[in-house]
C-alpha cells in the first residue's frame, strides 16, 4: 500500500459515513486473503456444488450490510471480523449440506476440516526448500512425514500452525482470533511447533521454521 492511499481506519470511518467508494476499497483491499480462506476451509465436499467465489460474495455483501455496525462498535479487528462472517457461513453451508440428516451437531461452532491437499500445502510451508533432485527427493519424504503427524497434533496446535502458515494472519489478528493475547499467540505456535519438533524427531527438526 502506498502513503498515498488511506489506511483502514480512515476508510472504515468513511464507509460508515455512507461513502461508497470507502466501502468499495475497503472490501477490495481484503478480497483475496479472504478468498484464500475461503478456499482453504470449504469442505471439500462441496467444491462440486459452491464456489469459494460466491461464498465470497455473499460473506462480502452480508459484511457491506452490516458495516454501520460494526464501525460503532469494532469488537474485533476488521479482517479478523471479515474472517469471521466468511466462517460462519462456512459452518452453516457445512451443517446444511454435510451435517444434515444428522440427529445431532457436537458443537454450535461445527469444525471445518481441512481439505487433504490443505494439511500437505500446510507440510510443504514446515520443511526446508532445496533445488537438486537429491534435496527435492528428501523435501518429499519430509513432507510426507510431516503431513501424517500434523493429523496426530492435538487440534489447537493444528490450527495455530494454519492460521499462521496458510492463512498468514498477523499475530494481533491471530490473537483476535483465536480470543488470546499477543503472547499467548506466540506461546501457542512455539509450543506447536515444539511438539511437531518431538514428533518428527531430530534429524529434520533443523529445518522447522
Not at 502513503?3 to 476508510?11: S, T
Request: net charge positive; hydrophobic share 40%.
Amino acid at each position: 500500500m502506498s502513503q498515498a492511499e488511506p489506511d483502514i481506519e480512515q476508510l472504515l470511518d468513511r464507509a460508515a459515513q455512507g461513502d461508497q467508494a470507502a466501502l468499495g476499497q475497503l472490501l477490495e483491499r481484503h478480497r483475496p486473503r479472504l478468498r484464500q480462506m475461503i478456499a482453504l476451509r470449504l469442505d471439500r465436499r462441496l467444491q462440486a456444488r459452491l464456489d469459494p467465489s460466491d461464498v465470497l460474495q455473499e460473506t462480502l455483501a452480508e459484511a457491506a450490510q452490516r458495516l454501520a455496525d460494526y464501525a460503532r462498535r469494532r469488537p474485533l479487528p476488521f479482517y479478523p471480523w471479515l474472517r469471521q462472517l466468511a466462517w460462519e457461513r462456512l459452518v452453516q453451508l457445512h451443517r446444511r449440506h454435510v451435517r444434515a440428516g444428522k440427529r445431532s451437531v457436537r458443537r454450535e461452532q461445527a469444525d471445518l476440516p481441512l481439505s487433504e491437499e490443505s494439511v500437505l500445502e500446510l507440510a510443504d510451508r514446515l520443511v526446508s526448500r532445496g533445488s537438486s533432485p537429491s534435496a527435492r527427493l528428501h523435501r518429499s519424504e519430509q513432507r510426507r512425514r510431516v503431513q501424517a503427524i500434523l493429523e496426530q497434533l492435538a487440534e489447537g496446535d493444528r490450527e495455530v500452525l494454519v492460521l499462521r502458515y496458510l492463512e498468514h494472519l498477523a499475530t494481533p489478528e491471530l490473537a483476535a482470533v483465536l480470543r488470546l493475547t499477543p503472547a499467548g499467540v506466540k506461546t501457542r505456535q512455539l509450543r506447536a511447533l515444539q511438539r511437531l519438533r518431538d514428533l518428527l524427531g531430530d534429524d529434520i527438526a533443523e529445518n522447522m521454521p
